[in-house]
């Protein structure tokens, strides 16, 4: 794996350990005390952080390449939010992860 893989694999990472983040902050009483709470403020950083690691990969990675592979974040998002924060995971959402899955596994060997 190229160091801009690996780059892009910790953006995609970061980005849905920030995502994870701001739903936990999400359960503030009022928006104020979302934004200050301290789940939301480190999931903002690491959005961030995910932003300026993408830059880096797309460096030497296709545009045409790199976004789509960040499309593995939704399957990521999708059990994440199941087994973190009991939203529902039919039929319907477990199609879609697996055709998620295999395009980014198709974009990368492309």
Known sequence: MSPYWATLA???????VGQTLLKSGAGQPSLLDQLLDWHTLIGLT?????AFLYLIALRRIPMSVALPSTAISY?????????MFGEPLGLAKLGAIALISVGVALLAFA
């Open 46 to 50: 690491l959005y961030g952080g995910a």
């Open 75 to 83: 399957v990521a998002a999708a059990l994440i939010g199941h087994y």
């Open 10 to 16: 910790v953006a995609i990472l970061t980005s849905m």
